[in-house]
């Protein structure tokens, strides 16, 4: 499963509340592959080989639980995902559509 989310960090590896500078939204082009989803700042390219930030910014999906971000009004069609290592990200999809696909896809990991 592949296409474009913007990103939203709210909690990093501790749990804790991500702190203000680093709570913006950012669009990516993502790409779910096996457990890793992957977040590209530019369209997949097949020869094109990931960036180091490329890298940085793939999130395990393994044993992470998506869902809709019932609790988040300020924009439409976000999922929240928490990860295994107690990071929470919402990801804003292009349709409600769209976030049900994804929230699916993570889920059956
Ligand atoms: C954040 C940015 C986010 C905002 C967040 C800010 O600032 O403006 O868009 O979330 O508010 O902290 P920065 O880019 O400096 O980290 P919303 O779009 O959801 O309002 P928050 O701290 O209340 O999450």
Known sequence: KAGFLARK???????????RGKRGWKTFYAILKGTILYLQKDEYKPDKA????????????HHALASKATDYEKRPNV?????????????QAQSPEEMEAWINKINCV
Not at 9 to 19: E, L, Q
Not at 79 to 91: E, G, M, N, P, Y
């Open 9 to 19: 960090i709210h909690a990093d590896m501790d749990g804790k509340k991500t702190p």
């Open 50 to 61: 990931l960036s180091e930030e490329d890298l940085k910014n793939a999130v395990s999906v």
């Open 79 to 91: 999922l929240k995902l928490k990860t295994a290592d107690w990071r929470v990200f919402l990801f």
